[in-house]
């Protein structure tokens, strides 16, 4: 690796980031200290947090941490009773809340007031439809405006919000839809990319989802089932409502993540998990007041919520493109916006750099880039930082599960392009051989208790899923997470993909045995094994298929694209196949599981 950084942070930047204020405070000079006294000091480190977010509480804790129940069962702001909802409108009543355009639009604004004011009518109209509290609601929609306010309302009147990428076939969503059971979805007649018309409330019926609530966006007429509402119907004029009081560990969210085995994880967050997003927010994309945040995503994902509440707890701005953000309008609002932090996945970067499409943009507004969802590529990442005259990266990895980051870096370190400066404040993991010994490269074990862990699943055992074999570590409980990290001799770490079956393709994250069960429905195909392999340099892994044949006429090219169109059709159509690979049998191992790294490594090699 070549150490010399490709970003060093300047005086006037470290003074002025919010990690140097609480490093002063605590008399730290250097940065590793600090990260070490964040996780000496955990309670310590937390209590100060909820100060510099002004988390607002109804009730203060007795205690802010409570591990009684053993640290898998960590109980944060023990006895203490709030609404997260309450610490997203701290700012001024008109400061800028939310910053969008519309494809082929102008750039528009929403004040915090005029959200505030959206977000009670919402409450107010759920309860006029009839719903109560602990009632579900399931959003199935763009990243809109309406979309945040929907998703504060559902969390400030204690329905929980059941959150499904509007990417996901009708498949999908029916599956989502059975474990959670909503009583009403917020949907779209249909959603705008790049000048196309594409259903959303379609799918909606085709996944025999309850009533829907639907805003109309195009003027095409569609076929509604009795109990539908369109949202114009749906919205009353009352903005005045109180936020209902809750526990810390009440559900406010349930959001989806691959397992490795069948159906995704239902992962609730509760009023605690959004503390967690605003701190790595606060800390290490160093968001301040009134900044401009710009991440391309969907409430479906993790950086959907993670983008509310990182945003609006700092009493920063959203800025929300309503389009695709691979053209060139995206690069323009991103500039007219002023945006001043850049999310992204490696597969945007990847197609920016090739299309040079961003290039004739002034980004210089930008204080940062972050980068999740995939394994970046160094090249890319440095044409990444150029496009904002030479501003850091914050490679940024966690999980749903954590609610935000376990690994990423910070604007007061020297800054290497695509790898890790440090891990999250508050938190820490260690590396672990296939022999459980600690080392340099290997599997990565979260040490709990840390704010924003999940301590349940609606649809699984969390002990197992998280914690059952998992090996001793003086005499430490340790966390699975299933990532694959080598720390660099410099102490940095670099990202090596999954240990598990587990898979992120376009930045979401799938387990190998959804895509063999699709692929297993073809008449060519008697059994098969999927694989997410790496390109030589790094950079975003792509999905190839394993295949044991059923003796049939097909062609290859026929094979690969009933295989790619099954893929499309049933699961994400972001799932893109890249290789369909014959093989005599699959290997395995003695208990008969299938050796998926062996084919990775095989195929990588090859």
């Not at 209902?244 to 509760?270: C, H, M, R, Y």
Request: glycine share 6%; net charge positive; hydrophobic share 40%.
């Amino acid at each position: 690796m070549n150490f010399k950084p490709d970003w060093n942070p300047t005086k006037e930047i470290i003074k002025n980031s919010n990690i140097f204020k609480m490093m002063q405070k605590f008399g730290f000079d250097n940065y590793p200290n600090f990260w070490k006294w964040s996780i000496s000091h955990k309670e310590t480190f937390w209590k100060e947090t909820l100060q510099n977010l002004n988390i607002h509480l109804n009730k203060n804790y007795t205690s802010i941490l409570d591990i009684s129940k053993g640290v898998e069962n960590a109980e944060w702001l023990k006895n203490a009773k709030l609404n997260i909802v309450d610490s997203c409108f701290q700012n001024e009543n008109n400061a800028t809340a939310i910053v969008f355009q519309k494809e082929g639009g102008e750039i528009e604004k929403i004040s915090q007031k005029e959200l505030l004011n959206l977000t009670n009518k919402i409450a107010n109209s759920l309860l006029k439809l009839g719903l109560k509290k602990g009632d579900k609601i399931a959003i199935y929609m763009p990243m809109t405006v309406e979309a945040v306010a929907i998703y504060l309302a559902g969390i400030k009147a204690r329905m929980p919000i059941v959150t499904i990428a509007d990417s996901f076939t009708p498949n999908e969503i029916a599956i989502r839809l059975k474990i959670t059971e909503p009583k009403i979805v917020f949907t779209q007649d249909v959603i705008s990319r790049a000048g196309k018309k594409l259903p959303l409330f379609k799918k909606v019926v085709e996944a025999n989802a309850p009533q829907a609530i639907i805003l109309k966006i195009s003027e095409e007429t569609i076929e509604t089932r009795e109990n539908d509402v369109y949202w114009s119907d749906f919205l009353t004029e009352n903005k005045e409502f109180e936020s209902v009081v809750q526990n810390p560990e009440d559900i406010i969210t349930i959001l989806f993540s691959s397992g490795t085995t069948g159906e995704p994880k239902a992962i609730p967050w509760t009023h605690t998990t959004p503390i967690k997003s605003a701190s790595d927010g606060y800390y290490h994309h160093d968001i301040q007041a009134n900044n401009v945040v710009c991440w391309p995503t969907n409430l479906g994902w993790m950086m959907g919520p993670w983008l509310v509440f990182a945003t609006l707890i700092n009493k920063a701005t959203i800025a929300l493109y309503y389009g695709a953000p691979m053209g060139e309008e995206f690069g323009e609002f991103v500039q007219n916006a002023k945006v001043t932090m850049l999310g992204v996945i490696p597969s945007f970067v990847k197609y920016w750099k090739s299309s040079k499409c961003m290039e004739k943009y002034n980004w210089n507004t930008i204080k940062c880039f972050s980068s999740t969802g995939e394994v970046s590529n160094p090249e890319e990442m440095k044409y990444l930082m150029q496009l904002a005259n030479n501003k850091p990266v914050i490679e940024y990895c966690g999980g749903t599960e954590i609610g935000g980051g376990y690994v990423t870096s910070s604007i007061v370190q020297p800054n290497f392009a695509s790898t890790f400066s440090t891990q999250a404040l508050g938190g820490n993991f260690v590396l672990l051989d296939e022999n459980h010994q600690q080392s340099t490269k290997g599997e990565v074990f979260i040490i709990p208790p840390v704010m924003g862990l999940s301590t349940k699943l609606l649809n699984r055992n969390h002990f197992k899923v998280y914690y059952e074999n998992t090996p001793d570590f003086g005499g430490k409980v340790l966390r699975r997470h299933g990532d694959q990290m080598e720390e660099l001799p410099n102490g940095y770490f670099q990202a090596q993909g999954r240990v598990d079956d587990a898979m992120n393709l376009g930045g979401i994250k799938v387990s190998s045995t959804q895509i063999e069960a699709v692929i297993n429905k073809l008449p060519f195909v008697k059994e098969s094994a999927a694989i997410a392999a790496s390109p030589k340099g790094g950079g975003p892994s792509f999905l190839v298929v394993y295949y044991v044949e059923n003796k049939s006429d097909f062609s290859n090219e026929e094979r690969f694209n009933k295989a790619k169109n099954k893929i499309r059709k049933e699961l994400n159509p972001l799932f893109k196949l890249v290789d369909l690979i014959k093989i005599d049998i699959l290997p395995r191992t003695a208990s008969n599981k299938v050796m998926r790294r062996k084919l990775r490594n095989l195929y990588e090699q090859n």
